[in-house]
Nanobody, 114 residues
Framework: QVQVVESGGGLVQAGGSLRLSCVAS????????MRWYRQAPGKRRELVAE?????NTNTLDSDRFTISRDDAKKAVYLQMNSLKPEDTAVYYC??????????WGQGTRVTVSS
């Protein structure tokens, strides 16, 4: 059983920063690509950032968002700076487990006030 738990969301003023964390736990060999998605009210879920086992990254807004991982902790982080009201959403972590499948967390809410 794999569990994925996000944390770090909250309310922040525009221009502020937040750091989201996601930790995977359970019995598995290793973690492949780790991703952050977000879903704003009334909108489709979109990919925010991803990082492979090799550390290659793909980011929606690389000027403001930085994804990183700690394989020893089976964790992935999303540093978000210069936040805007349009960043308001529920942020979800998705973890791909080698030889298994991908797992979602329950989401952490980010609210950016103007």
């Amino acid at each position: 059983q794999v569990q994925v738990v996000e944390s770090g969301g909250g309310l922040v003023q525009a221009g502020g920063s937040l750091r989201l964390s996601c930790v995977a736990s359970g019995l598995f060999l290793s973690v492949d690509t780790m991703r952050w998605y977000r879903q704003a009210p009334g909108k489709r879920r979109e990919l925010v950032a991803e990082i492979t086992r090799r550390g290659n990254t793909n980011t929606l807004d690389s000027d403001r968002f930085t994804i990183s991982r700690d394989d020893a902790k089976k964790a992935v982080y999303l540093q978000m700076n210069s936040l805007k009201p349009e960043d308001t959403a529920v942020y979800y972590c998705n973890v791909a487990i080698r030889y298994d499948g991908s797992y979602w967390g329950q989401g952490t809410r980010v609210t950016v006030s103007s």
